[in-house]
C-alpha cells in the first residue's frame, strides 16, 4: 500500500460528518466519513477515489491534490506533506536520493557559541543532535539525553527508560516525535540512518501506534516541561529556525518559560568562566 493511498485514508478516518458541515445519519460500520462523502466534497469521482486509497492510482493531479486537501480539512503541514507523498516524478527526471550529513556549517557552530550561556543545539532533519552549547550539556546531561555517544531525540524519548521521568507530558513528547519523523520520512526514506531509526522504533508498541495514524507536524514554537533532577520542576520555550542548507538541519534554543525556571537557569551556568566552543558530534 503507498504512503498516499495510507494517508488519504486516515485523514478520511478521523473526520465525522460535523466537521465538515454534514448531517449525522447515524451509526456507521467504519469510522470518519464515507468514500462518497469525501468524493462529493472533492468533486472527484468515488471510483477515482477508490483506486486512490487503494494504490491503484499515485499520480493525481495538483488540483485534485488540492481539492482533497481542502474536502479533508488538513492543516498547512499536511497538505505540505500530501503535496509531497502525491507527486509521482519521471525516475530518470528525480535527483540522486539524498543522505543526510552530521556536518554543521562553521558560521552556524559560530551563531550558536555567541548564544551561550543559553542551552541551544543544532539537530538533523530526523531528530539527530548534531552541536550544542556547554549551557545545553549542563542541563541534559542529568536526564540522561547525552547517554549515547551519538544522540538521537527519537531515540531517547521511546528507548531511553528515564525519558519518561525527564518529561512529565510524556504523552505529548512522544506524539511530535513521531508526527517530526513522519513529515520528514519523505524526503530520507532511503537515508539508511533514518531506516535504522525506523526499523527500532517500530518494534516499540508506542511508536508503531502513533506512526500507523499518519499524523504530519512539527512545533516551530511553544513550552516543553522537565522534570530535572537536581533544578526541580522546570518549563522550558523552545523556538525552532530552519537552516538555509538541503540537509534541513534546524537550530534549536531553549528559554525560560517562567520566572522560577529562569532562576535555575542562572544556577546552571558557571560564574567566571569562559565559554568555550559549541560542540560538535560527527560520525
Known amino acids: 500500500m ?62 485534485v491534490l488540492g481539492a482533497l486537501a481542502t474536502a479533508l480539512r488538513l492543516s498547512d503541514e499536511e497538505k505540505r506533506y500530501l503535496g509531497m507523498i502525491g507527486q509521482d516524478h519521471d525516475v530518470g527526471l528525480c535527483p540522486s536520493n539524498p543522505v543526510s550529513s552530521r556536518e554543521v556549517p562553521p558560521t552556524v557552530l559560530q551563531l550558536l557559541d555567541r548564544l551561550e550561556p543559553s542551552p541551544a543545539f543544532v539537530v538533523g532533519p530526523f531528530g539527530d543532535l548534531l552541536a550544542w552549547t556547554d549551557a545545553f550539556e549542563r542541563l541534559v546531561e542529568p536526564l540522561g539525553l547525552l547517554d549515547t555517544g551519538m544522540v538521537n531525540l527519537a531515540r531517547f524519548v521511546f528507548l531511553h527508560p ?14 511530535e516525535q513521531t508526527q517530526r519523523l513522519r513529515a520528514a520520512a519523505v524526503r530520507w526514506s532511503f537515508d539508511e540512518a533514518m531506516i535504522a531509526l525506523l526499523d527500532d522504533l517500530r518494534e516499540i508498541p508506542a511508536f508503531a501506534t502513533r506512526w500507523s495514524d499518519h499524523e504530519v507536524a512539527e512545533q516551530r514554537r511553544g513550552t516543553r516541561a522537565l522534570a530535572h533532577p537536581t533544578l526541580g520542576p522546570l518549563q522550558v520555550a523552545y523556538e ?40 560538535l558530534r560527527v560520525v
Open 2 to 63: 503507498s504512503e498516499l493511498a495510507e494517508f488519504l485514508r486516515s485523514r478520511r478516518e478521523r473526520l465525522s460528518p460535523a466537521d465538515v458541515g454534514l448531517p449525522d445519519t447515524g451509526r456507521r460500520r467504519t469510522p470518519g466519513l464515507r468514500r462518497e462523502e469525501v468524493a462529493t466534497l472533492a468533486g472527484v469521482s468515488i471510483d477515482y477515489l477508490i483506486r486512490l486509497e487503494q494504490g491503484r492510482d499515485t499520480n493525481p493531479s495538483h488540483s
Open 240 to 279: 525552532v529556525m530552519s537552516l538555509a542548507d538541503d540537509d534541513e538541519q534546524r537550530l534549536v534554543t531553549w528559554l525560560p518559560a517562567d520566572e522560577r525556571t529562569a532562576a535555575a537557569f542562572e544556577r546552571l551556568s558557571p560564574v567566571a568562566e569562559p565559554t568555550s566552543p559549541a560542540r
Open 162 to 175: 528515564a525519558a519518561r521521568t525527564a518529561y512529565p507530558d510524556w504523552e505529548s513528547a512522544a506524539d
